[in-house]
């Protein structure tokens, strides 16, 4: 079954502090993972995807095929970074993508 | 480039009525896919269309239909609404070579009463 897994609903955690969210899939296939971000009253887009291995706003996502996980982390959160965070795993045969349920990060001053 | 458009923004309908939701892809993307977001909720795939043709489906009733024109742009049809089909429907586009960099529009808000 293709499946991806955001363990937490909600996330909070004080401006300056590190970051992680968590990120599980199940998948046969060779996996291609993305996160995507919502901010307030924006629409969905692209943070980053685990192919390209780059950094976008501070953040990074390793994938580790033998844990199965995507998880996304900033060394020191910024109050502009709360927002709707999801994963994404990309179906290749079906041509779409599978999402989390989403984590809602707050930053607090 | 305004990036992927929809219309309208939001949508009240009655249950058994019939709903169109309407999208224009992203200047050079030819692939149009189409999710539901129920509240709380991850997007969940509908469809996808390339060429006028539905390419791909997910786990949807028949009730929900789609249509694709030449210039790429793209319908969403649900008939028989039920209470159910209230959600965020979003459309998505990308190019046949890059059908994984998918862009989003801001969605049409659908509730069915």
């Known amino acids: 079954a293709q499946r991806v897994t955001q363990p937490e609903k909600l996330l909070s955690v004080f401006k300056g502090a590190p970051v992680e969210l968590k990120c599980n899939y199940s998948?046969?296939?060779?996996?291609?993972l993305f996160w995507y971000v919502q901010y307030s009253r924006q629409r969905l887009q692209l943070l980053l995807r685990h192919i390209s291995r780059e950094s976008i706003k501070g953040f990074t996502a390793d994938l580790n095929k033998g844990e199965t996980s995507f998880h996304l982390k900033k060394p020191f959160a910024q109050e502009e970074d709360s927002a709707m965070y999801y994963c994404a795993l990309f179906i290749q045969g079906a041509q779409k993508l599978v999402f989390g349920q989403g984590t809602r990060l707050t930053i607090n001053p | 480039d305004a990036g992927v458009t929809q219309s309208p923004t939001h949508l009240i309908k009655t249950r058994g009525q019939q709903v169109t939701l309407r999208c224009s892809p992203k200047?050079?993307?030819?692939?149009v896919s189409w999710y539901q977001q129920a509240l709380g909720q991850g997007p969940q795939f509908i469809f996808q269309?390339?060429?006028?043709?539905?390419?791909q489906r997910g786990n949807f009733p028949d009730r929900f239909s789609g249509h694709q024109f030449p210039n790429y742009s793209s319908e969403l049809n649900v008939n028989a609404l039920l209470l159910g089909d209230s959600a965020l429907y979003l459309c998505?586009?990308?190019?046949?070579?890059?059908?994984?960099?998918?862009?989003f529009g801001p969605g049409t808000r659908l509730t069915v009463t």
């Open positions: 998948y046969s296939g060779s996996p291609e």
């Open positions: 998505a586009s990308s190019s046949d070579r890059g059908q994984y960099e998918q862009y």
């Open positions: 269309y390339y060429e006028e043709e539905e390419r």
């Open positions: 200047s050079g993307h030819d692939t």
